[in-house]
């Protein structure tokens, strides 16, 4: 079982800065691949970006790519998402999770384990 902890949303201006933070439970967090989805109200859950169980791979929705970045330190447990230049069409509530598959994937269905959210709010 893998908890997750999100932490770093908040509200800020079109064009700004915002990093988040996913933390995770249990010694198993470096076999995992993670992965971080959004919704917004009345939308569905959609990709944003996802990295593989060592950090060596990367993959991004056409959205985000070029302003948002995921890294993760397995050492801490942590899964991070740097996004920039944000916009008003970013905002929404920010999941992480969790894959045990290790490899980059981008569907909901291969994630086991999911995080809470928090809440990204951008004013134009």
């Known amino acids: 079982q893998v908890q997750l902890v999100e932490s770093g949303g908040g509200l800020v201006q079109a064009g700004g800065s915002l990093r988040l933070s996913c933390a995770a439970s249990?010694?198993?967090?470096?076999?995992?691949?993670m992965g971080w989805f959004r919704q917004a109200p009345g939308k569905e859950r959609e990709f944003v970006a996802a990295?593989?169980?060592?950090?060596?791979?990367?993959y991004y929705a056409d959205s985000v790519k070029g302003r948002f970045t995921i890294s993760r330190d397995n050492a801490k447990n942590t899964v991070y998402l740097q996004m920039n230049s944000l916009k008003p069409e970013d905002t929404a509530v920010y999941c992480c999770?969790?894959?045990?598959?290790?490899?980059?994937?981008?569907?909901?269905?291969?994630?086991?384990?999911w995080g809470q959210g928090t809440q990204v709010t951008v004013s134009s």
């Open positions: 999770a969790a894959s045990l598959r290790g490899i980059v994937v981008v569907t909901t269905q291969a994630y086991h384990f």
């Open positions: 990295i593989s169980w060592s950090g060596g791979r990367t």
């Open positions: 249990g010694r198993t967090f470096s076999s995992y691949a």
